[in-house]
Structures are given as structure tokens and as C-alpha cells.
């Protein structure tokens, strides 16, 4: 289980492919299956979806209130027990040391989840992506693919990708 790829015609399906990577995680948890970090990066044009998708994560792992887009504070926090949410948009991110600053190391512990948004403006300072994103228009549509960088990452995508049969 390498890739996934899936047409998203609407926001509820964009919405629903978070909201199921926070399911596939929350099983995991119940299995005591897995490790819990995972860093997902997420490629796409403005408007993509990328937002979308990590406010239906966000809040199928337990977040009740608004999930607002990080572009100006560059990275947002959820403590969602047992894991650590973090929503990063690097889009603004002018220079690579505001990371060193931000001491993004410690972003990539254990238990910590993160959604980055234009990882490329981070390069050579993000932790390795489990599993990478790409979202494209297809007219008023999207295409979704997820793929698979680590052992972790195929683990999360075998599970989802029972969700789609
Ligand atoms: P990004 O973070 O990639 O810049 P956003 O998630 O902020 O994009 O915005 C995506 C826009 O596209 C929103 O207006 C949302 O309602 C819409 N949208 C999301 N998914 C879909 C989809 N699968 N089909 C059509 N429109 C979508
Ligand atoms: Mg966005």
C-alpha cells in the first residue's frame, strides 16, 4: 500500500478523508498498535483543499471549535489526549530560520501529529514525511493522492484505504 488516490467531488469529501485519517488513528490507539506520531505534508495550489482537509483531521480527532487557517501565525496548536495536533501553513514563511526559532524540532516528538501545509518553504528542516499529499482541481472538483513515505505512513493508508473499499 503505496499510494491512494481518490476523486473528491465536493468539500464533505474533502472533509470526510480527515475526518477518516483521524479514525484510522483513534483505531490504532484502541489496538495499541502503533507509534501515534505522524507528519503528513500537504502539496496543493491555494484553494486546493488543503485547509479543508486537515479541519475535518482536526476535528474528528476531537477539536469542537473553529480551525482556522495558521497562514499568518504559521503554525497552530490543538491538545486533542493523548496527542499533540499541530495545523503548520508555511506559505508566508519568508525565511527558514523563523523555524529554528520556533525550535521546530520539538513539533516532531512523540505522540505530536502534523499537518504542514507548503512543506517546501520548510525544506531540510521538517522531520520526514510519513505520507505526502497531493491535491489538484479537477474542475469544481478535486483529485486527491496520498502517498506512502515511511512504514508508519503505509500502516495509516492500508487502514484507510479500508474505509474506501
Ligand atoms: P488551501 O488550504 O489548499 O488553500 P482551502 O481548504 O482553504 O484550500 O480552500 C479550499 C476551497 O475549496 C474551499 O472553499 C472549499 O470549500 C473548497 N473545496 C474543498 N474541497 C473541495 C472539493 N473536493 N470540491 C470542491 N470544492 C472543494
Ligand atoms: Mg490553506
Redesign the pocket.
Known sequence: MKKLEY?????????AIGDNLAKVLHWQNEQQQAQQSLVVF?N????????????GFVRGMGHKGNVK?PTYTLVEPYELTPWQVYHF?L?RLSDPEELEYMGIRDYFADNCCCFI?WPEKGAGLLANADIIIN?VYQN???V?DLQACSKRGEDVLQQLALTYG
Open positions: 476523486l473528491l467531488p465536493d468539500e464533505a469529501a474533502t472533509i500537504l496543493g495550489d491555494l484553494g486546493a483543499g488543503k485547509t479543508t482537509l486537515t479541519r487557517s501553513d506559505y501545509e491535491m469544481e472538483q478535486r486527491i
